[in-house]
């Protein structure tokens, strides 16, 4: 005769409990396993602003004053093709430039301004920045991008601005990424006489990665399916 005492079997319902419960885990923490989330890389002076006044050329004796002529050097993180240099707003001008007196000057064919963003983005991000484009005695075409790492990636499109003297025109480049790295943008002169100027943040929408208590969710659900299976056997 065995002496080992006897376990009393509980009630089916009673079984089934855990199962219930990690069900009900799973139902909730499995809601932000894919999420998208979006980030805001800032681009700093997208206005041109505050220049630093030099023109060797200038009739001033200590060369200092460029900004009696309307012209500027724009400084760094801003680089460009062209020294950097913006002019400033004027009846000359007609437009008004936005946001502030300063636009850059992309009149020359080639001409190009580049900014590193300091920013590692991902394959699978969308990239996107708004810019502002005035064409003042011809049509032209302005080239956007995104510069993604060191020996850089393009993702460029071409944008064709009307002859409107005066009239600025809003563009969106909006592109997906294939490759991951430090982001940079760049603005360039395809054709005509072309001015740059409210130069936006950039945003990147990407999907999350998920999270531990994500991953637990999915983890207990696989386990519940498995115990379900082998009570059915």
Request: charged letters at 10%.
């Amino acid at each position: 005769m065995s002496n080992k005492p006897t376990i009393p079997t509980p009630p089916s319902h009673t079984r089934q409990l855990p199962l219930a419960c990690c069900l009900a885990i799973a139902a909730i923490g499995l809601s932000p396993v894919i999420a998208s989330a979006s980030l805001v890389i800032p681009v700093q002076n997208g206005g041109f602003e505050d220049p630093t006044p030099h023109n060797p050329n200038n009739e001033a004796p200590d060369n200092s004053d460029w900004t009696a002529g309307g012209w500027a050097f724009v400084g760094t993180p801003w680089t460009s093709s062209t020294a950097n240099y913006g002019r400033l707003s004027s009846a000359a001008m007609v437009g008004t430039a936005q946001p502030g007196p300063w636009i850059m000057n992309l009149n020359d064919g080639g001409g190009w301004v580049k900014q590193d963003l300091g920013t590692t983005v991902n394959a699978g991000d969308i990239l996107s920045v708004t810019f502002s484009v005035m064409s003042d005695t011809a049509p032209g075409q302005i080239a956007a991008a995104f510069l993604v790492g060191g020996t850089p990636t393009v993702y460029s499109q071409t944008f064709t601005n009307p002859q409107n003297a005066g009239t600025w025109v809003s563009y969106t480049l909006t592109d997906t990424i294939g490759t991951s790295g430090n982001l940079s943008i760049e603005f360039s002169n395809v054709s005509g006489r072309l001015w740059l100027d409210n130069v936006s943040n950039v945003t990147s929408d990407f999907t999350s990665v998920p999270e531990p208590g994500s991953l637990l969710a999915l983890g207990c659900l696989i386990g519940s399916g498995a115990l379900l299976r082998s009570r059915r056997r």
